[in-house]
């Protein structure tokens, strides 16, 4: 029996933080041995902010390389970088004309993103689902790892598959969401209410993948915390500490109520996040190693996006052609 099919991306707008391994990448390591599996890099996702050329060129090796590094497989897994495979886009205007605008006015990210970037409210970052949708069932994929802000995108993606294939015929999966485990979301270590994002201007707030080992130890030293002196895990009051829970969670693989456990007896941080900030170094330290040697060799990463782009393009090539036709538009 054929495999299912699993999609994901990050864009390549900053360097990768360890919420990227904690939210999706140790999961798509594991999901390559189960699935059909494709990973891109999202660039043309990255572009509806402000980006500099030399940065975003750099960056979409360098997320490429990291997810090489956190174990992703290119003789399991299909890497490839999206704008090297234009049916993406091809298949998106399509859906473009199967979604109603108040579709896309509702999209919180949409709202949010506006706020954020409110000299820049462009017509990409509108429609922007719509391309993750094409992204989604350009390959007809089965599953699709997403974070719980991306869960509404992925709802709009259901439902342009359904209206396609009632409108025409069967012609799209259904695609469900994949959601990880507990330890999934890791928060900012400057203001633990808010998702560790790789663009946040204050570099204090996010563990990049590419620190040292002492830059990683003085983040998590001075990471915000409260001004209580118990390590309790309660995400909602003591999110600042909770995170940091979280983080040797990941780490270490202990579960989440056996650290507590480890230490009740505290009265202060200092100790703990001494033992967050080494483990955290040790639990990086390979993957920022493996990244630096993969990168060093641009031609075998290249080689790596090439096949990967071709192997994406093929298939993607198959499904929009029939999608074309299904429409009535009339091929060569
Ligand atoms: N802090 C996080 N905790 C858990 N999961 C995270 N992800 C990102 N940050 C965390 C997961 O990574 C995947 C892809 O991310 P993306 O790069 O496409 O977009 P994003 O979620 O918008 O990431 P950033 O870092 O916040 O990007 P910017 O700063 O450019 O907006 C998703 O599965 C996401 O859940």
Redesign the pocket.
């Known amino acids: 029996m054929d495999k299912h099919v699993v999609l994901?991306?990050?864009?390549p707008?900053?360097e990768?933080?360890?919420?990227?391994v904690?939210?999706?990448l140790r999961n798509w390591v594991k999901l390559q041995h189960e699935y059909d599996s494709l990973f891109c890099v999202?660039d043309l996702?990255?572009i509806t902010?402000k980006q500099e050329p030399a940065k975003l060129r750099k960056w979409t090796l360098d997320v490429a390389a990291m997810y090489l590094a956190a174990g992703v497989d290119p003789q399991q897994s299909t890497v490839f970088v999206q704008s090297h495979v234009p049916e993406h886009v091809q298949l998106a205007w399509v859906l473009t004309c199967l979604t109603g605008m108040g579709e896309c006015t509702r999209m919180t990210q949409f709202k949010e993103k506006s706020d954020r970037y409110s000299d820049n409210i462009n017509v990409g970052l509108f429609t922007y689902p719509i391309l993750m949708a094409a992204d989604i069932l350009v390959y007809n994929a089965h599953v699709v790892?997403?974070?719980?802000?991306?869960k509404q995108h992925l709802e709009l993606a259901r439902n342009l598959a359904e209206r396609f294939n009632h409108r025409y015929s069967e012609t799209f999966n259904v695609p469900e969401p994949y959601i990880?485990d507990i330890g999934?979301?890791?928060?900012s270590l400057q203001e633990p209410t808010k998702?560790?994002?790789?663009?946040?201007p204050n570099t204090n707030a996010?563990i990049f993948l590419v620190d040292s080992d002492d830059v990683i130890r003085n983040k998590i030293r001075r990471a915000v915390t409260d001004s209580e002196s118990t390590i309790v895990f309660d995400e909602d009051h003591r999110p600042g500490i909770s995170n940091l829970i979280t983080l040797l969670h990941l780490a270490t693989n202990v579960p989440v109520e056996q650290i507590v456990q480890q230490w009740s007896g505290a009265t202060g941080y200092a100790e703990f996040k001494e033992t967050v900030a080494n483990a955290v170094a040790d639990y990086i330290r390979p993957i920022r190693e493996r990244f630096l040697t993969i990168r060093a060799d641009t031609d075998a990463l290249n080689a790596v996006l090439e096949s990967g782009a071709e192997v994406a393009r093929k298939r993607a090539l198959k499904v929009l052609r029939k999608v074309y036709k299904k429409v009535g538009l009339v091929a060569l």
């Open positions: 994901s991306g990050m864009q707008s900053g990768l933080t360890i919420g990227h904690a939210g999706a999202v996702h990255a902010a790892p997403v974070g719980e802000d991306q990880p999934g979301r890791i928060m998702k560790m994002s790789k663009s946040d996010s």
